[in-house]
């Protein structure tokens, strides 16, 4: 059992860390180009989605505080085969978050150096030979100095939150503007109607840029008061992050000229684009500002980018540790690093460069994933409030089933305005995992008499093709032979269908309440 020693603070700084990763650099010019003024709406609208999902987190988390609660409570609720899955989309998120922060720091050395990068932000060969180099120092740091960096979080937090309000500020004093803001002189406030502001949410960075709001709820085994900490941590976390996103998102908007938008919002012309902070900085004659803004763009995804390494390869120790991948992942390095593991993510970090172009493709990609982990909160919520309704519930969220359909709806809706190109390889990806899994459990680890709860993860079959049929034929770059409203109408249907397929097959009380006991948590 972890020592309980983090408090509403410590818990705060590291979500607030987590979140603020390479987001604030690339959303608002990537909201902009699909909302316009509407990227507003689309902020708070996304924190308020994501502040939906988080309540569900809190209660799990909050009832059952172990850390890394992703990947070993849905083991808890729905046996196996779940947790295969989710082991498998969790550890995709980890290094495709890696590859996203080295693609970050590339893009904005790019504004000096070109040839790195092509227009739509894909690398070009010598690209390639920097995000290599990056990869490199990012593995060999991970196992020689990462707890320093880690003792160091904090100082970064702060610099994380003062370098993009220094920004906005000096923005602000120059071209601060009502009538910009309003978009009375920009096509209006919806440009491109609701169409674009939910697309900015999945699409623009959005809920990307709040990917590391579930920090405190995988620290809980580490929180002192857990039911009081973790709740705090997440909620304000998640407010203080949209505040600091909104006034970015209103400095980028304030400085566009009539230049800039000659051509529309979609088509929004900028000088540097690929690095849009630094481009705005160098459009407005402040490019004092760039050695602050270059500090950030480096340090930032750099140290982001390290404790991502760090994770994924703990998680891919954790696979093995459960005996879903090969024992050499558990092989450790002399200062106690999974080595092998740390290898192996190195190489198939630089696998994502390719077939997601650009920080936006592959931020995108990462908010479908993301997106299907977010639904475990309400998934897991719903299942344990059946098989141990009498364990202790330090939070407990009122209206629970409604609560739950709300919160994973919203999960579908995450997932299905990321678009058709990025949802077929979403699905492939998943399948293509478990295949693997079942085939390792079959070769070796069958031995072990493993039941795999199959039915216990019919569901997440149910949803995920569910949902990705619905998409071939809607309009997030879809065929677009259905309305809005009909699309809208069968992914709720969907929900409701996944959501209490996952309650009505999950394991039997007996074995949740057996999979908790093991845990020795004393709840």
Same mark, same amino acid.
């Given at each position: 059992m972890h020592h309980r020693s983090l408090g509403t603070q410590a818990l705060f700084l590291s979500s607030v860390s987590a979140i603020i990763g390479s987001g604030w650099l690339f959303s608002a010019y990537y909201s902009a180009k699909l909302a316009g003024n509407g990227a507003i709406i689309a902020w708070v609208i996304g924190a308020a989605l994501l502040l939906t999902i988080a309540f569900s987190f809190a209660e799990i988390s909050s009832m059952i505080p172990i850390s890394g609660s992703s990947t070993r409570i849905p083991y808890i609720s729905h046996g196996t085969s779940v947790s295969m899955i989710f082991s498998w989309i969790i550890w995709l998120c980890y290094l495709a978050i890696m590859t996203s922060e080295i693609q970050a720091m590339i893009q904005y050395v790019s504004f000096y150096i070109p040839a790195l990068t092509k227009a739509n932000g894909g690398l070009t060969a010598l690209g390639y030979v920097w995000a290599i180099g990056f990869a490199f120092i990012i593995s060999a740091l991970n196992v020689y100095s990462v707890r320093l960096l880690m003792k160091a979080n904090s100082v970064l937090t702060l610099f994380k939150i003062f370098l993009p309000i220094l920004i906005v500020? +000096? !923005?602000? &004093?120059?071209?601060?503007?009502?009538? *910009?803001?309003?978009?009375?002189?920009?096509?209006?406030?919806?440009?491109?109607?609701?169409?674009? +502001?939910?697309?900015?949410?999945?699409?623009?960075?959005?809920?990307?840029?709040?990917?590391?709001?579930?920090?405190?709820?995988?620290?809980?085994?580490?929180?002192? *008061?857990?039911?009081?900490?973790?709740? &705090?941590?997440?909620?304000?976390? !998640?407010?203080?992050?949209?505040?600091?996103?909104? &006034?970015?998102?209103?400095?980028?908007?304030?400085?566009?000229?009539?230049?800039?938008?000659?051509?529309?919002?979609?088509?929004?012309?900028?000088?540097?684009?690929?690095?849009? !902070?630094?481009? +705005?900085? =160098?459009? =407005?004659?402040?490019?004092?500002?760039?050695?602050?803004? $270059?500090?950030?763009?480096?340090?930032?995804?750099?140290?982001?980018?390290?404790?991502?390494?760090?994770?994924?390869?703990?998680?891919? $120790?954790?696979?093995?540790?459960?005996?879903?991948?090969?024992?050499?992942?558990?092989? &450790?390095?002399?200062?106690?690093?999974?080595?092998?593991?740390?290898?192996?993510?190195?190489?198939?970090?630089?696998?994502?460069?390719?077939?997601?172009?650009?920080?936006?493709?592959?931020?995108?990609?990462?908010?479908?994933?993301?997106?299907?982990?977010?639904?475990?909160?309400?998934?897991?919520?719903?299942?344990?409030? *059946?098989?141990v309704p009498d364990l202790k519930r330090p939070f407990k969220l009122p209206l629970g089933t409604l609560w739950s359909l709300v919160a994973f709806y919203i999960c579908t809706l995450l997932t299905y305005w990321s678009g058709w190109p990025i949802l077929w390889k979403t699905s492939l990806l998943l399948v293509v995992g478990y295949v693997f899994f079942l085939s390792y459990y079959a070769l070796f680890g069958r031995h072990r008499g493993d039941d795999l709860d199959f039915k216990a993860s019919l569901w997440v079959w149910i949803y995920i093709f569910g949902v990705a049929l619905v998409s071939y034929f809607g309009n997030f770059q879809g065929t677009g032979q259905i309305s809005d409203l009909l699309v809208y109408f069968l992914l709720l249907l969907i929900s409701i269908a996944s959501l209490f397929a996952s309650t009505y097959f999950c394991v039997s009380p007996e074995k949740a309440k057996k999979n908790i006991q093991a845990l020795n948590l004393n709840v």
């Open positions: 500020l +000096v !923005i602000f &004093l120059h071209y601060f503007s009502w009538p *910009k803001i309003a978009g009375t002189t920009t096509g209006g406030f919806l440009p491109l109607g609701w169409h674009g +502001v939910f697309s900015a949410i999945s699409a623009g960075g959005i809920v990307f840029a709040f990917n590391g709001f579930k920090q405190a709820a995988e620290m809980a085994g580490e929180a002192k *008061k857990p039911q009081v900490t973790v709740p &705090l941590a997440t909620i304000g976390s !998640i407010l203080l992050c949209l505040g600091i996103y909104l &006034l970015l998102q209103l400095s980028f908007l304030i400085s566009m000229t009539p230049e800039n938008l000659s051509h529309g919002w979609s088509n929004l012309f900028l000088t540097g684009s690929n690095s849009p !902070i630094a481009g +705005v900085l =160098d459009q =407005d004659h402040l490019t004092w500002l760039n050695s602050f803004l $270059y500090a950030g763009a480096v340090i930032a995804p750099m140290a982001a980018a390290i404790m991502y390494c760090a994770v994924s390869a703990r998680s891919l $120790y954790a696979i093995s540790k459960i005996g879903y991948a090969p024992k050499i992942f558990q092989k &450790l390095s002399p200062s106690g690093n999974p080595k092998a593991a740390i290898i192996v993510n190195f190489f198939l970090s630089l696998c994502f460069f390719a077939p997601f172009p650009g920080w936006s493709s592959i931020a995108t990609f990462l908010t479908s994933l993301l997106a299907l982990t977010y639904a475990l909160g309400p998934v897991c919520l719903l299942a344990l409030r *059946k098989q």
